[in-house]
Each structure stands twice: as structure tokens, then as C-alpha cells.
């Protein structure tokens, strides 16, 4: 099993930041892509950043500039800061994981619980 904990979601007033993490652990032999979605009341989930092995990340035009994502591979940690926040900021915001269990075996998609970001004054 491969298991995700996220956590940093609070209630911010605009213009605040925030700090959210996600901690992947369990049975897991290498990873490959990390991201954080999000999803907000009534609204499918969408991407926000990711960021792939050896680095390289993509935004979602509404956060470009204001938000930035980074791993730490040695702790399999992914984090995303978030400055600038806006009230349609507001969601859910899911950590997603694709990691391979063992040498042999494919990538497969891991999701977080989930922590809920509210940014309201």
C-alpha cells in the first residue's frame, strides 16, 4: 500500500499564504510525477501544479506566479506554497502520487484525504 498524508489546509483571509504538504509513504519503490489538484463546491477537479522526477513543473494558469510546488525526494514529501490567496482559491486540495510499488510493477495513481483551504476575510 502506498499512503498519502497531507496537511497545512487552513482558513486564510485574502492575500494570506499557505504551505501545504504531502508525505507519501508505505510500500513504494520509486516515484515518478507529483501534484496537487483541487476541487471546489460544485466544480470538477482540476490541476493545479505538478512536478516531475527531475523537476520540471506546470501550473495552472490561475495560480501561475502565486503559487510554486517542490519535492523533497529523500522524504518523498511534495509541497505547495501558495501566496497571493484568492477567495475563489477556496477547495479542497488533493496531493496525487504516481509511484511504483516494486521494480517490476507499473506506476500507478495514489490520492490524498484531501485538505480544505478557505480564504475568506
Known amino acids: 500500500q502506498v499512503q498519502l498524508v497531507e496537511s497545512g489546509g487552513d482558513l486564510v483571509q485574502p492575500g494570506g499564504s499557505l504551505r501545504l504538504s504531502c508525505a507519501a509513504s508505505?510500500?513504494?519503490?520509486?516515484?515518478?510525477?507529483m501534484g496537487w489538484y483541487r476541487q471546489a463546491p460544485g466544480k470538477q477537479r482540476e490541476l493545479v501544479a505538478t512536478?516531475?522526477?527531475?523537476?520540471?513543473?506546470n501550473y495552472a494558469d490561475s495560480v501561475k506566479g502565486r503559487f510554486s510546488i517542490s519535492r523533497d525526494n529523500a522524504k518523498n514529501t511534495v509541497y505547495l506554497q501558495m501566496n497571493s490567496l484568492k477567495p475563489e482559491d477556496t477547495a479542497v486540495y488533493y496531493c496525487?502520487?504516481?509511484?511504483?510499488?516494486?521494480?517490476?510493477?507499473?506506476?500507478?495513481?495514489?490520492w490524498g484525504q484531501g485538505t480544505q483551504v478557505t480564504v475568506s476575510s
Open positions: 496525487n502520487v504516481r509511484a511504483r510499488r516494486w521494480s517490476w510493477s507499473r506506476f500507478g495513481d495514489y
Open positions: 512536478v516531475t522526477g527531475d523537476g520540471s513543473t
Open positions: 508505505g510500500n513504494i519503490f520509486s516515484i515518478n510525477d
